[in-house]
Structures are given as C-alpha cells and as structure tokens.
C-alpha cells in the first residue's frame, strides 16, 4: 500500500512538473512586462508595474510543498476553475514567496484583466489582489527549480557575508 502511494506520488509531482514545463514554454505564453534598470553578469535588478494576480496562500514550507498544492489550485482557475467558466491564458513567471510561517503562490493575469473584471474563483482559497509595484533583483538559473538550488541560488544572489545597502533614487537613472 505504501509503494502505492508513494508511486501515485510521484506520478503526479512529474504530472505537475511537465504541465508547468508545457505552460511555460509554449510560445503564447506571456510574461509581466518588466523594466531592467541595471544588468550585470549574474544578476538585474528590475521594475516590475503593479500586477493583478491570482494567489493562494498556505502554511507550505518548501517549493515542493507549495509548489504541488498551490500550482493545482491556481491552475484550475485558469483553465476555467471559475463562476464563469472562462478560460484565462497563463502568464510568466508564477511567483512565489515561502518562509518560515506562511507561502504564496501566485499566478499574474495577463494585462488586459484587473479585478473587477476577472470571473470569481471557484475555490474559496484562490484569492484576486493586485500587487503593488515593486524593484527586484533577479538571477536566472537553468533546469528544474528544487528546494535545494533555489536556497543555493538565493543566498549567491542574497550574498549575506559582504553585503553593501544604499538607498537609490531610480527616477534619477536615465
């Protein structure tokens, strides 16, 4: 019974795995528009406008763990999980953001969507916001997303042991 399971598990982790690839790799897939106000080898930083998005929120405390549960949730939404039964095409990138008491997943809804025109989700834990605008900093990385290599890749970005902070005034920067 355990084999079972643990198979069954499996199967719908490279399920979930290949339809994120598929989504995301499909070239009609949009992604939120962004501005890059600074490049460098390994990193940008980045302007991202204020976005509607469609987000679950739960006690997950790793990518894997957010990543099965919340990706399906979101997933139905879109593919017509809604009062209206209306199909919303996928955008790029999903984002998430996981500590140690609360995770997010959330999928951007394509531009041309706020939240009063956006059909109700079906699951009461889908929730319709708008996020604010917001500066980032970026690294890209191939291959699959895990727990490991995203804690690995944070903390080269993050680079905790010499860090510098100063302010910046952006709307000086041509």
Known sequence: MKLILITASLLVIIFIIIQIYVVMTADK???QPYKVLLA???FEIR??????MASITFSAKSYKEL???GFR???GYIFGGNEDEQKISMTTPVRMDINDSIATMSFVMPSAYHPGILPKPNDKQVIIKTAPEEFVAAFTFGGFATDNNIEINTKQLINRRNEIIVNVDWKGVS
């Open 29 to 31: 897939t949009k992604t």
């Open 73 to 75: 949730k979101l997933a």
């Open 40 to 42: 460098k080898d390994s």
């Open 47 to 52: 302007f991202y406008p204020a976005a509607t």
């Open 67 to 69: 990543g099965n549960t």
